[in-house]
């Protein structure tokens, strides 16, 4: 695969040649008013470009319909006002930018706002290559089409190597703009495959669910998902799956203010599987369960775990769990699982399962100075204090 990749991006970039150039959608006719129809005049600026070329978007708002939306040639830089005044308006129902199949190598976009739709990196066998979306917002996603793949933020066909999703906002991604007690599949950032890239300092508030990945089509390693700041998530905050994810590191991210917390309301969920997740890290990350249950819509509603894990060799360390979690630590399939110095407290320990083996005890797992208690130290108070829905 990556020989054929290389091959396909050598091509792409002998065929263009020449000079990288900066490319104005307005000077190609996109009105930016909010009210002209802006999909043709900015497929038009794309089109004239090379390999390497920028594609430049000014302050303004651009009215985008499909078919086709935007279409992302590869290679091309896709760049707003770097104060976040350049947006991109979908009409409903779909992606509003999409890159051409099995052809999402080498592109960035940058500083642009994508509000009733997301980005689609589309293909069936080639994985996106050199991808960096970065400092852009993805809002306003509320579809309930028949293609839930619209549903996402940032959706990713057939993985991605080499790639950056990073300082980015994520703000009202629900599933026909709905977050009740039934399973739904918006989410911030979906996948099949991460490899040697990064999801760090993203902003996750009011949305479904804020990650999920499933680790199919790349191996895994190298992928870092770090310092994120999740509030407000309906569902499973981060969720990974699968069976490759060997060299995972989930660290330093924060999560609090559940929404409408129901029985898929879950801190992280790491399930890889024994065989072949390996070397996973989930360290220093806080999980706070904050907000009280409605029970007067399910009096059998709970909140399930804080920090799931699974997967052979993983290392759960100096994590918070903290609150009303179900379950503080919950551990399924797992081989020489470390699960050291990590705080539970709040009334999560009141339910007797602060750690829980939930398949029995797992070889070669080892529990050691990790802290329960009723009473959290006053570091821990304090930050939960500033936690107010």
Sequence with gaps: MLGRLSILVLLISMAAGGM??????????????????DTAAINRAIARSSY???????????????????????????RGDANGESK????????IATSKYNQALDITVDHLVFDGGGIRLDGNVVPASHVSVVNCTFQNIVTDGENWTTHMGIYIG??????????????????????GLEDSDATGIFGYGLSQSTIVDNVFDFVNEGVHIFFDDTDGTNVVVARNHFTRVHRITMEFQHDKTDGLVVEDNMISNPLNPFWLTYGMSVAATTKTGNGIVVQ??????????DLSVNPKNYYPYGIEVWGTNTVVRNNRVIGLWGIGI????????????????????????????????????RLVQNVITPTCPSPVATLMSSMKN
Excluded at 88 to 95: E, H, I, R
Excluded at 158 to 179: L, M, P, Q, V, W
Excluded at 285 to 293: C, G, H, I, K, Y
């Design 20 to 37: 990288a150039a900066t490319r104005n959608v307005k000077l190609s006719g996109a009105r930016g008013n909010g009210t002209a129809d």
């Design 52 to 78: 390497g070329d920028e594609i430049v978007f000014p302050a303004g708002t651009y009215k985008i319909s499909f078919p086709p939306g935007i279409v992302l040639e590869p290679g091309r830089t896709y």
């Design 88 to 95: 991109l308006v979908g009409t409903g129902g779909y992606s």
């Design 158 to 179: 057939t993985g991605a190597e080499h790639s950056h999703f990073d300082h980015n906002r994520f703000h009202n991604i629900f599933t026909g703009g709905k977050y």
């Design 284 to 293: 220093n990350n806080t999980v706070v369960a904050n907000t009280p249950l």
């Design 330 to 365: 919950g551990i399924g399939a797992a081989h020489n699982m470390v699960v050291e110095k990590n705080l539970i407290c709040g009334k999560v320990t009141g339910y007797g399962k602060s750690i829980n083996e939930y398949y029995g005890p797992q070889t070669g797992t």
